[in-house]
């Protein structure tokens, strides 16, 4: 069984900064995907960034070239590190780790972004 618990979410003003951690326990092997999800109030959850096992990494258009997605092996821990935000990046934002045809989901963190 893998936890994720979450942290950093926030208020930011636009133009700012956050990063945002994803803290996994348990037992992670073989091929896995490692990913930040995003829920808007009234928007269904989409797909921000993903980190595969063997190191590649993908994003959302929305958020290429702001956002950075990384790991910490040894801490068993991933980051979204976020930069530029915008008010359009407000959302409850999901860790998530997808092993063995199983989905883990972190509580969610709130990322608002605001003057």
């Known amino acids: 069984q893998v936890q994720l618990v979450e942290s950093g979410g926030g208020l930011v003003q636009p133009g700012g900064s956050l990063r945002l951690s994803c803290a996994a326990s348990?037992?992670?092997?073989?091929?896995?995907?490692m990913g930040w999800y995003r829920q808007a109030p009234g928007k269904q959850r989409e797909s921000v960034a993903v980190?595969?096992?063997?190191?590649?990494?993908d994003y959302a258009d929305s958020v290429k070239g702001r956002f950075t997605i990384s790991r910490d092996n040894a801490k068993n821990t991933f980051y979204l590190q976020m930069n530029s935000l915008k008010p359009e990046d407000t959302a409850v934002y999901y860790c998530?780790?997808?092993?063995?045809?199983?989905?883990?989901w972190g509580q969610g963190t709130q990322v608002t972004v605001s003057s």
């Open positions: 348990g037992s992670i092997s073989g091929i896995y995907i």
């Open positions: 980190i595969l096992s063997g190191g590649s990494t």
């Open positions: 998530n780790i997808r092993a063995a045809g199983l989905h883990y």
